[in-house]
């Protein structure tokens, strides 16, 4: 009986979801499996309807509605979430906890040290000539001073940074 049925309502549904589908801006063979799947609910539950071909064609128009409405409520991601490039919790945490080590370890600097990175460091991107009146030093002078600096730095992050590596 359903087999009769389907055999007899192909061409038509067909034809029916080829003219609704481009204007829903869905594609006709999506159309076609919606309705499919409508009429076999009804099956289960109605049995098959009175006036086969007159229930297709509301059902197609119906489904066509619904995809319309679906597509105008539709948001498009900005980006592909397979592609999305943004870090996920566990790279965040492995940052701050990155960023806050190395912030510890400008703590433990010697001399004018901490406060020179930090200046250097700061979110107000300070220029060389605020630094050196901030830290109260001669402008030509900070340029060594950075890099002393930094070179202690990478000297005591340096066991980190192996044992890390050793993790790895």
């Known amino acids: 009986m359903t087999y009769d049925l389907v055999t007899a309502l ?4 067909t034809a029916e979801a080829s003219a609704e589908a481009y ?7 999506d159309l ?29 128009r119906a489904e066509a509605r619904r995809s319309r409405r679906t597509t105008r409520l539709e948001r498009p991601y900005a980006c592909e979430p397979a592609d ?13 906890a990155r960023y ?24 107000k991107d300070l220029t ?12 030509g ?3 060594p001073e950075r890099s ?6 990478r000297r005591l992050l340096a066991p980190e940074v192996a044992a890390l590596e050793g993790r790895g």
């Open 32 to 60: 076609e499996q919606a309705v499919w799947l409508r009429l076999l609910e009804r099956l289960a539950v109605h049995g098959p309807p009175l006036d086969p071909q007159g229930w297709l064609r509301k059902a197609v």
């Open 100 to 123: 806050h080590a190395l912030r510890d370890a400008v703590r433990r600097l010697p001399g004018r040290c901490p406060r020179l990175l930090e200046a250097l460091l700061s979110p």
């Open 128 to 139: 060389y000539r605020e630094i050196a009146r901030e830290l109260g030093i001669s402008q």
């Open 148 to 153: 002393r600096c930094l070179g202690c730095l």
């Open 10 to 13: 192909r061409p038509l549904l």
């Open 23 to 29: 204007a829903t801006g869905s594609e006709p063979g």
């Open 141 to 143: 002078s900070l340029g």
């Open 84 to 96: 999305d490039t943004r870090p996920g919790p566990e790279q965040s945490a492995l940052t701050a």
